[in-house]
């Protein structure tokens, strides 16, 4: 049975940090790209950044980029969020997501593009 388990989310201030995390199991991890992406109320799920199968390429949405980090441990089955210098703006349920994609040189950035999803963790981010 394919899980993907979010943790970590909860309330912030503007200007702080968070970390999320996504444990996955009931598949072969190391060969899914995984995903992290959004959704507020009344807005539909939109993208925030992605990762290769091995780690060594990540893409992430303009509005997060050099603030927010992807990582993954293959060997514990888990991906990260790092998400820094957090606005208002970003308060969303965020989710994590495998994609079986086997392009090794595009990462998939759009919601059906991705097999598998979690249940989604809540990030409030207060002003």
């Known amino acids: 049975q394919v899980q993907l388990v979010e943790s970590g989310g909860g309330l912030v201030q503007a200007g702080g940090s968070l970390r999320l995390s996504c444990a996955a199991s009931?598949?072969?991890?190391?060969?899914?790209?995984l995903g992290w992406f959004r959704q507020a109320p009344g807005k539909e799920r939109e993208f925030v950044t992605a990762i290769s199968f091995s780690g060594d390429s990540t893409y992430y949405a303009d509005y997060v980029k050099g603030r927010f980090t992807i990582s993954r441990n293959n060997a514990e089955n888990t991906v990260y969020l790092r998400m820094n210098s957090l606005e208002p703006e970003d308060t969303a349920v965020y989710y994590c997501a495998a994609s079986g994609s086997l392009w090794t040189s595009y990462l998939p950035k759009t919601v059906p593009e991705y097999d598998y999803w979690g249940q989604g963790t809540q990030v409030t981010v207060s002003s």
């Open positions: 009931g598949f072969t991890f190391s060969n899914y790209v």
